[in-house]
């Protein structure tokens, strides 16, 4: 079993917004592969299911998301997934608008919910999914960028991002990690 974790915040003040795409990703991944997102016994929205043939828990943490790694430690001790069988998918200011970046280990690159993750699984050891956002304007500060939505002119690429993001946690699943990394990063 795999654990597809995308991370962001829980509440409407929250939704669409680029800290989001890691839920929006998990969501896309349930949309297409029906897949029931209910709450869970985790601190998270949990779906079980299976994507292309690989069974499959798919969450989004209710926890804040500087304290993901809260939820995604409960997710690891519900379902025994050790760190290596995860996928986080989190937004990545770094990154240009609609690039992904695929790893099987790496560090948190300043992301306090990949750090949150880091602390409660004691390892950097664990597959990680960046979508990049962006780097904010250099007069708006990066806390309130991450937490504002799309602009109308970059919510067509952000979307496209999201669907290719489902695309490559797919083709990991199905074809291994080196290709999935070849083909989308």
Known sequence: MWGIVGLGNIGPDYEDTRHNVGFDTVDALARVHRVRLRRGRAAAVLGEGEVKGTEVVLAKPLTMMNASGVAVARICYLYDLQP??????????????????????????????????????????????????????????????????????????????????????????????????????
């Open 84 to 185: 290596e069988n995860l996928i986080i998918v989190v937004d990545d200011i770094n990154l240009d608008l609609g690039k992904l970046r695929l790893r099987r280990r790496g560090s948190e690159g300043g992301h306090r919910g990949l750090r949150s993750i880091t602390e409660r699984l004691g390892t950097k050891d664990y597959p990680r999914l960046r979508l990049g956002i962006g780097a904010p304007p250099g007069d708006v500060d990066a806390r309130d960028y991450v937490l504002s939505p799309f602009t109308k002119p970059e919510l067509e690429e952000a979307q496209a991002m999201i669907e290719r993001a489902r695309r490559a946690i797919e083709c990991a699943l199905t074809d291994g990690f080196e290709a999935a990394m070849n083909e989308f990063n």
